[in-house]
């Protein structure tokens, strides 16, 4: 007899629900949606970075007997839907109407009977350009003399985009000059990007007659950009359905509201039919939400025998030709904020001036909560750098620094309230687990040795990230609060119904919510089905990115599940005919207190709710509840990475040999899929830290437009990964869970670069900047700086 493991009832390891579709390829992703009547949508795109348009000439693509419709910006412009709003309060071109600011900038779009002759017709599209000098240089940008590139922005005289603090600086300053130690680096996070598997696009259908707007987008939160959309086309919003299908991938990219997605409707708006439109790769990497690019002046101060004082930094961000940063409104340099790290200071300060480039408009946060993984990168490296100035094991520095178990909740020199945490037992886990004294010992046999065979190198990083974005009063994008919400509605027969706000992109939401739900009610998690992506189905929030899903939406779904608990303690006691405090929980069933067995599963209490019959007074039909859930606080997650690397001295080769990962996210609803998050994320991280780069020639063509250029890691690069575990709850999520989805992305870069810098030591390197790949490590190794 084949026996079926049906997963426990509520948290713990069980299969993903959403993968009998996925591994039998009947997922249902934005391409495989085709509609009757539907035409395909291609965009032309700026062949040059900053250039001004002199003239766009469509005649003959009109004429191509498959067009049904060539749109340039001209005549968006007097639709006044030339521009639209970003998610961060500045306005992007949809198709360029003055010059373009990019290359690969929307210029005009083809509608067509098929994707091919839409691609045909775009070559028959005559752009005449004045070429313009473009701004390439994060560096040059504010020169009096750089060309200006937002001269679409009455009164702009520069390149300037933003400036903004955190800290004390005066405070910070002082601590400064009375330190003993003091270190300081540049330190540069070069421009990656998402590159998830799925690129983007969209499917539009404007019914005329209904007025009614159907958008199918891989967009990662369906409400807001049904609301942007509604602002800014003017469609009223109960009249636009926005779907997110199944989605391949999203890793930040998908937040953002692109072009082309406003290019479809307009497609669909004007042909009167359904228009789809799908990125290729190279579009998506030269065009999409870009990530990081940051050049930070990190300085850190301590005494001579290894307490850290204060840290204090600047950054210089290049957020491209439009502002396309999805970060909550208060934070225009997202959570940097929180580079104060894992360590119990004195002070800390950080500016950062962004400005605008002829490069694609960004950041995005590429799995992270909005700019963190560029904060403990700057401070995981500073630590290292320290304790080599110090002659500090860097696992004794970050230990005798590290903010007390005893210290929570624990408020950080910029103003954030970490909820829990055990950072020592953490680390000690990652200690036992990698072996570290041994490898230590290893390495100092193996210098001692000096064969110059291999240089092995160990290096370690401690993160804390805040995810959960976030509380209402501080956290809103273009004025909408970021709470979320749920649905529960409980059938008569016992199965149930659970529609939530966030939208997966492949992180197992439709089974780790049903586990939420089955924890709480006893139902077993197969029969609970998770309903997303869908505007018309589901409750309005925010959607999915910064690990926000489970801080936010999951604490909706237990308070949802707690509600229908509690109504049905009332609806036992009737049917059992005591009262409702004479009833005791055990999971699925009420039981009359001391009388194990005596009372009333979750099944028949439902079936009661919605059956004939009296119910107790007061109590209405149904067994259903909506949340809405605005968190108190950020949850806290963090994590102790050790990575041991070895480098060819030969070719400057860097194989990752061991990465041990120990995260501390709280309660884990299903530990299977928390590694599987975290397996992904410490790839993604190995890939920035070795190889990831989207870089720019002189002129501002992108050189990261296909995979051939920007390298992702694959199986070959990357080691198995040692994974554990400890669990310091949130006292303020309902089940004390911590988001995770992104800790890997964040803790592993330094942990690698901390590795092959340590590995270098032999050769007098005190830093190399990512991506550290075997030229940029054979340039450190001869002694010179890492190329700008
Ligand atoms: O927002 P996003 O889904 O990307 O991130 P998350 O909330 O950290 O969740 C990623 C996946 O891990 C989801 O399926 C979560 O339900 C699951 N998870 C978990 O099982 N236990 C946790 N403590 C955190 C997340």
Redesign the pocket.
Known sequence: MITVDRGPVGHGRMLRKEDRRFVRGRGRYLDDITLPGMLHLAVLRSPVAHARILSVDTLAAEAHPKVRAVVTGAMLAERGLAWMPTLSGDVQAVLATDKVRFQGQEVAFVVAEDRYAARDALELIDVEYDVLEPVVDVRRALDPDAPLIRDDVAGKADNHCFDWETGDAAQTAAVFDRAEVVVRQELVFPRVHPAPLETCGAVADYDRVEEKLTLWATTQAPHAHRTLYSMFAGIPEHRIRVISPDIGGGFGNKVPIYPGYVCAIVGSMVTGRPVKWTEDRTENLIASGFARDYVMQGEIAATRDGRILALRSHVLADHGAFNGTAAPRKFPGGFFGVFTGSYDIEAAYCSMTAVHTNKAPGGVAYACSFRIAEAVYLTERMVDLLADELGLDPVELRLRNFIRSDQFPYTSRTGWVYDSGDYAATMQEALRIAGYDELRAEQAAQRAAGDGQSLMGIGVSFFTEAVGAGPRKDMDMLGLGMADGCELRVHPTGSAVLRIS?Q?QG???ET?FAQLVAEELGIHPENVDVVHGDTDNTPYGLG?YG?????VS?AAAVIAARRVRDKARLIAAGMLEVAPEDLEWTKGRFDVRGVPGSGVTIEQIAMRAHGAGDLPEGVEGGLDAQVSYNPDNLTYPYGAYICVVDIDPGTAVVKVRRFVAVDD??????EM??EG?IHGGLTDGVGMALMEFIGYDEDGNCLGGSLMDYLIPTAKEVPDWETGMTVTPSPHHPIG?????ESATVGSPPAVVNAVIDALAPYGVRHADMPLTPSRVWEAMQGRATPP
């Open positions: 966030v997966t992180q197992g939401h780790t999915t690990s926000r899903s489970t801080p999951g996210c709280g309660t884990r609803i299903n899929i928390v998050q869970a911590k988001g995770v989805g």
